[in-house]
């Protein structure tokens, strides 16, 4: 199964988890880099609110430098520096 096909398959708050473990960073992380609070991000995850467009995008953000970070650090791995 392709990561697509998981990924429509989750719910917005398995979907948010997800990606979060995806791109290696703590709710704690996503929180400071994305500016939405830490139990707001919590309280998504879980299923308990739906995030606001605006912080919608604010995390997408984050999570996209975040796993850009990381694919930068193992090209630099791969590439024995």
């Known amino acids: 199964m392709?990561?697509?096909v998981?990924?429509?398959?989750?719910r917005p708050a398995d979907r948010l988890r997800?990606?979060?473990?995806?791109?290696?960073v703590a709710q704690y992380q996503l929180a400071r880099d994305s500016a939405v609070g830490r139990t707001r991000l919590s309280l998504a995850e879980n299923g308990h609110v739906r995030?606001?467009?605006?912080?919608?995008?604010a995390v997408?953000?984050?999570l996209?430098?975040?796993i850009e970070?990381?694919?930068a650090e193992y090209r630099a791995a791969l590439a024995g520096n």
């Open 64 to 66: 996209l430098r975040a």
């Open 6 to 10: 998981v990924h429509e398959e989750l």
């Open 51 to 57: 995030l606001r467009p605006d912080e919608q995008r």
């Open 69 to 71: 970070r990381r694919a």
């Open 60 to 62: 997408e953000t984050a």
């Open 2 to 4: 392709n990561s697509n």
């Open 18 to 24: 997800w990606l979060r473990a995806l791109a290696g």
